[in-house]
Nanobody, 125 residues
Framework: QVQLVESGGGLVQTGGSLRLSCAGS????????MGWFRQGPGKEREFVAA????????SHADSVRGRFTISRDNAKNMVYLQMNSLKPEDTAVYYC??????????????????WGQGTQVTVSS
């Protein structure tokens, strides 16, 4: 069983930066592919970024590529999302997610089994 807890959200102005953190519990954390998703007001949950078990492979949504970077530190059971050049349309609740039985990354929300409670990111114009 893996539990995920996000932190690092908050209010930031357009063009600012935030770093989200996701702390995972359990000895099997380093075996799983991990992802970040977000859900804005009235919108469906959407893919933001994902990373494989070792951190050697990553994927980012077109809307955030070049601005956001996902990374992980398996020694600390942590996954991060560095967000730069933030825009008002990035405003959403951001969720950390973990796959079960797979170390590969995936952009599909259905492929993730473990979810955190979410952290709010608000970008003011």
């Amino acid at each position: 069983q893996v539990q995920l807890v996000e932190s690092g959200g908050g209010l930031v102005q357009t063009g600012g930066s935030l770093r989200l953190s996701c702390a995972g519990s359990g000895s099997t954390f380093s075996m799983y592919g991990m992802g970040w998703f977000r859900q804005g007001p009235g919108k469906e949950r959407e893919f933001v970024a994902a990373i494989n078990w070792s951190g050697s492979m990553t994927s980012h949504a077109d809307s955030v590529r070049g601005r956001f970077t996902i990374s992980r530190d398996n020694a600390k059971n942590m996954v991060y999302l560095q967000m730069n050049s933030l825009k008002p349309e990035d405003t959403a609740v951001y969720y950390c997610a973990g796959r079960r039985w797979s170390g590969n990354y995936s952009p599909d929300v259905e492929d993730y089994y473990y979810w955190g409670q979410g952290t709010q990111v608000t970008v003011s114009s």
